[in-house]
């Protein structure tokens, strides 16, 4: 549930008063269009071939996009991956995909609807609707070609698959086969040998796309961010409908089919004095569907079932009939139950930040800006994080504390000096902090007292004067001297442009950590110093031209105190 929806926005809301904060309108240069760059040229053609490639690439817009790869960064190195590894390959987080896919669940339900009615109606008029019988195997043709070359996010890795073999052996492994049921080219046999005409039956294999309607459909729930609920509602709705919509056609098509084998002989209902009464095919139809929903609700019949192909469809469609109100049942009920827990939960959340909202009197933006933190926070599990790993055992804490923050560990290079028992225990005071956009997560002249390690997204890094210097992404990670090193100052501002998840340690609990080893602290300080020298504060290897000046930061004063220190520890 989006809490947003809870606080309208207001061009007219009052304002009160409240602490100024950066708000970060980049400066840095623009990064080089990877789509300039793969197709260049300035051409009509060039445009167009850049246009149609930028639509299969990563959509930033995505819901999935920014759920499983998280940051800027993230997104940047996907988009690059893909156009140098699998150029002409389909991303399942592009706008094409969510084109197609919206396209294909509209047409496929349209020919749900039409299949039948052209069997069961047309019986004897094949001819008629054969043209239209291979525009629509042409479509599904085309979903299956597209099939093969559309990469699929693998939830197990988290990582998404471009190789075309593998996206290929995927396919053929799962769904390929029922896929290619629905479109079997049997239509042209049939045209040349009138004698197999029952070769038509196969279109009703075209109910196995009922599959991909049910897949497609999940995928576009949340892309549109559709209410759950009215999605529940509206999918079990259209399984019925096709359900029963099959069901009445085939009630008719059966006894065709009967006629067309062993001739007009058997006493089936559709050869009744009421059936010859109706003329029109939408009166059959009528009948046909009365007939089909008296079956599955198990009722009597008011037209004769004599005839063998009638008694044994009619208890067939009892038997599904009742299995399926079962299952129908569980649904609704699983749908109450999950709706009344939701509800339940997100109420209680939502009733607390109402009543606290209004007590403080906060403007319309701090309302807006709040709940979007509580919907970030709750999207990334925040707190079912916090209750396994204080639930769990000692032992399994401490192997899924090295689990979560092991890039911490492998990118900060301080930490390679630490034995695993001292890094054991800074682990367990490592706290991860949510920043949102325009945030300042440090001020340049403050005291430093913390190691800041960015875990996904963007921050801007400004300088004294206030002028924006270059970007840090995932995995970069500042203030490696603070926690060494007291009273030294931040030498530039930090602002988060994104979401950003921030691991956080302190300084107090990294020498607390290191109390029993004073020489591994000197030998901590002589590293820090060491890389300091080699390397200006916040530096960004591959812009080396942005780069904070040297000049804010004295080494020497640094190692004076550092001297100083270590006399009086000896005195």
Known sequence: ???????????????????????????????????????????????????????????????????????????????SHHLKSHPYMIHPFSSFRIFWESVMTLFIIAVLLITPVFLTFYFDECAK????????????????????????????????????????S????????????SVLPLE???????????????????????????????????????????????????????????????????????????????????????????????KIYLTCINRAIIALIGA??????????????????????????????????QLMTTFHSTNKRHLKLIQQLQQYMTYKELPHSLQRRLLSYYNYRNKKGFERDKIIINHVSPYLREKLLLHSYLRLLNNVRLFGHLPQLVVTQLISSVCSEIFMPNDALVRAGTRGDALYFIASGTVAVYNNVGKEIYHMEDGAYFGELAL??????????????????????????????????????????????????QTPLLKKDHEPDALPSFENV??????????????RLDE
């Open 1 to 79: 549930m989006d809490l947003m929806a809870f606080v309208p926005y207001s061009m007219t809301a009052p304002t009160v008063q409240h602490e100024p904060r950066v708000e970060h309108v980049c400066e840095v240069s623009p990064k080089e269009d990877p789509l300039t760059r793969t197709i260049p040229g300035s051409s009509a053609w060039s445009r167009i071939r850049r246009w149609f490639l930028g639509t299969r690439i990563t959509s930033r817009l995505h819901p999935f996009t920014r759920w499983c790869l998280k940051s800027t960064r993230a997104i940047d190195y996907e988009i």
């Open 129 to 168: 609707w054969y043209m239209y019988n291979h525009a629509i195997d042409a479509m599904l043709i085309c979903d299956i070609i597209i099939r093969f070359f559309t990469g699929h996010y693998d939830s197990r890795t988290q990582l998404v698959i471009l190789d075309p073999r593998v996206v290929a």
């Open 170 to 181: 995927k396919y053929l492994r799962d769904f390929f086969i029922v896929d290619a049921l």
């Open 188 to 282: 042209f046999i049939v045209v040349l040998t009138d004698s197999m005409w029952y070769l038509t039956s196969l279109n009703l294999l075209k109910i196995l796309r009922i599959r991909t309607v049910i897949v497609y459909s999940r995928k576009l729930y949340h892309v549109y961010r559709i209410n759950f609920h009215l999605y529940k509602i509206a999918e079990m709705g259209i399984i019925i409908v096709v359900s029963v919509h099959w069901a009445a056609c085939i009630e008719y098509y059966l006894p065709l089919v009967v006629d067309k084998i062993a001739g007009q002989k058997d006493p089936s209902w559709i050869r009744s004095p009421y059936m010859e009464k109706r003329e029109t095919k939408y």
């Open 300 to 333: 009597a019949q008011y037209l004769d079932v004599s005839a063998p192909e009638d008694i044994i469809y009619n208890l067939i469609l009892s038997i599904f009939g009742f299995l399926g109100f079962v299952y129908l049942l569980a649904r609704i009920l």
């Open 484 to 533: 060494v090193i007291e009273d030294e100052h931040w030498i530039a501002s930090v602002i988060a442009i994104e979401n950003c998840e921030i691991y956080i340690l302190s300084r107090s609990d990294f020498q607390h950590a290191l109390a029993p080893y004073p020489d591994l602290l000197a030998h901590l300080q002589n590293v820090a110093l060491a890389r300091l020298e």
């Open 554 to 567: 004295n080494i020497s004063s640094i190692k004076a105190k550092k001297r100083n220190g270590m006399a």
